[in-house]
T-cell receptor, first 115, second 117 residues
Framework: SAVISQKPSRDICQRGTSLTIQCQVD?????MFWYRQQPGQSLTLIAT?????????ESGFVIDKFPISRPNLTFSTLTVSNMSPEDSSIYLC????????????FGQGTRLTVV | SQKIEQNSEALNIQEGKTATLTCNYT??????LQWYRQDPGRGPVFLLL?????KEKRKERLKVTFDTTLKQSLFHITASQPADSATYLC????????????????FGKGTKLSVIP
């Protein structure tokens, strides 16, 4: 299992600013995942963060908008840049094993409101 | 395109009854299907995993079925309690290794279950 600490838990930000979300895992993991959960919608994968290499972004998400850092095997950050109200959402970090039969563990999420 | 549908956004049920939630998928051939629980202000928490060649899986008051012919999973909570009130998400684990180096996990929108005392 894994325990994930994510912060901040919530924030209200001005349009045009940036917010960096931190995710700390209690064990070393190869991959960390960042999801977005918009109201009434499913979790959507933003990107996969591997230590020592650039993050892999899913269709519709770009590095300029959502830069990710992965400085070591227990920590990652996601920045939401140049925010607009459409970025208001819950952002979640997650870890799971490489194999298909492993479950995912999630942080508590960051509820972001852009005004 | 690939799609995961959970039968309803919300389900209300009387305490003590069995709650049944449905997850349907199209254009998928998942090797595994998982169910998660999400409480307000929290991240999802894993409940159960079932393989494609398993018909049924149980854990305490929870039961999951997986019908790959119907492309459907049913999630049952027997003797439901108000503490079971939460949003329940189904998730499919892809059969193919993705370019990101993992078997991607894709979620449905969830069903919000309310158990009424």
């Amino acid at each position: 299992s894994a325990v994930i600490s994510q912060k901040p838990s919530r924030d209200i930000c001005q349009r045009g600013t940036s917010l960096t979300i931190q995710c700390q895992v209690d064990s070393q993991v190869t991959m960390m995942f960042w999801y977005r959960q918009q109201p009434g919608q499913s979790l959507t994968l933003i990107a996969t963060a591997n230590q020592g290499s650039e993050a892999t972004y899913e269709s519709g998400f770009v590095i300029d908008k959502f830069p990710i850092s992965r400085p070591n095997l227990t920590f990652s950050t996601l920045t939401v840049s140049n925010m607009s109200p459409e970025d208001s959402s819950i952002y979640l970090c997650s870890v799971h094993g490489r194999q298909q039969n492993t479950e995912a563990f999630f942080g508590q999420g960051t509820r972001l409101t852009v005004v | 395109s690939q799609k995961i549908e959970q039968n309803s956004e919300a389900l209300n049920i009387q305490e003590g009854k069995t709650a049944t939630l449905t997850c349907n998928y199209t254009n998928y051939s998942p090797a595994y299907l998982q169910w998660y629980r999400q409480d307000p202000g929290r991240g999802p928490v894993f409940l159960l995993l079932i393989r494609e060649n398993e018909k049924e899986k149980r854990k305490e008051r929870l039961k999951v079925t997986f019908d790959t012919t119907l492309k459907q999973s049913l999630f049952h909570i027997t003797a439901s309690q108000p503490a079971d009130s939460a949003t329940y998400l189904c998730a499919l684990r892809a059969r193919a290794y993705s370019g990101a180096g993992s078997y991607q996990l894709t979620f449905g929108k969830g069903t919000k279950l309310s158990v009424i005392p």
